[in-house]
C-alpha cells in the first residue's frame, strides 16, 4: 500500500482565517515532506521531516507552519495568507534514508480570497 | 547550480505511435533520478527510481534508462490513458531528501 492521505482535498480561506492542512501515511516512512505547486510548474520543496524532526526548511514564510505530531502525521498550519499563496499543496513521504523514492498525495487545492 | 531540463515540453502522440521524453541534468554524483506521472489537479505518481547509468525499469508500456547526463522515458505504443504530464526528479549527493523536479513534458495520445 503506497497511500499518501491529504485532507481537505479542497479548501477556501480568507487572508485573515487560520487554517489546516493534514496528511497521513502508514507505510511506516520516517521522512515526509510538504511541497507547493502552481499551475503548469513542478512541486516546489518547502519542508522536509526526518523522524519527526524539521530537517529542511526550503525558506518558507512563517505564515506557513508546518507541525510533525508523530511519524504518520503531518500538518501544514497555515495563517494570514496572501492570494499569491494559491496553489495544490502536496504531501509526500519517503523511507527517510534520504535515498529513496517520495509517495505523494493527491494534495489539497487551496484558494486564497 | 544544479539544472533539470525537460524535453519536449509538450507531446502529441496518435494511439500506438512510441515515442521518447528525455530528462538531461548536471548534477554530479547523482543520487538518485526519478519518473513521476501527474495527471491534472492530482499528485504526482511515482514511476521509476534509477541510480545508475545503465539502469533501466520497464512498467507496461514505460521504460525508463539512465546514462551519465541524461535519462530516457520510452513510451511504446501508447494509449489515450497514457496521457499526463512526466515529470523527472534528481537527488544530488548533499541534498538528502530533496527533490529537484524538471518543469515537465505534457503528453497527450489521441485515439
Known amino acids: 500500500d503506497t497511500e499518501v492521505t491529504q485532507t481537505p482535498k479542497h479548501l477556501v480561506m480568507g487572508m485573515t482565517n487560520k487554517k489546516s492542512l493534514k496528511c497521513e501515511q502508514h507505510m511506516g516512512h520516517r521522512a515526509m515532506y510538504w511541497y507547493k505547486q502552481k499551475a503548469k510548474k513542478p512541486p516546489e520543496l518547502m519542508f522536509v521531516?526526518?523522524?519527526?524532526?524539521?530537517?529542511i526548511n526550503e525558506s518558507v514564510p512563517s505564515r506557513f507552519s508546518p507541525e510533525c505530531p508523530n511519524s504518520s502525521l503531518l500538518n501544514l498550519h497555515l495563517h494570514a495568507l496572501q492570494p499569491e499563496d494559491s496553489a495544490l499543496y502536496l504531501c509526500a513521504s519517503s523511507h527517510g534514508t534520504g535515498r529513496e523514492e517520495a509517495f505523494f498525495g493527491q494534495g489539497t487545492r487551496l484558494t486564497v480570497v | 547550480e544544479d539544472q533539470v531540463t525537460q524535453s519536449p515540453e509538450a507531446l502529441r502522440l496518435q494511439e500506438g505511435e512510441s515515442s521518447s521524453l528525455n530528462c538531461s541534468y548536471t548534477?554530479?554524483?547523482?543520487?538518485?533520478l526519478f519518473w513521476y506521472r501527474q495527471d491534472p489537479g492530482k499528485g504526482p505518481e511515482f514511476l521509476f527510481t534509477l541510480y545508475s547509468a545503465g539502469e533501466e525499469k520497464e512498467k507496461e508500456r514505460l521504460k525508463a534508462t539512465l546514462t551519465k547526463k541524461e535519462s530516457f522515458l520510452h513510451i511504446t505504443a501508447p494509449k489515450p490513458e497514457d496521457s499526463a504530464t512526466y515529470l523527472c526528479?534528481?537527488?544530488?549527493?548533499?541534498?538528502?531528501?530533496?527533490?529537484?523536479f524538471g518543469a515537465g513534458t505534457q503528453v497527450v495520445v489521441t485515439p
Open positions: 521531516y526526518s523522524y519527526e524532526k524539521l530537517s
Open positions: 548534477v554530479s554524483g547523482l543520487r538518485g
Open positions: 526528479a534528481v537527488q544530488a549527493p548533499d541534498s538528502w531528501g530533496k527533490l529537484q
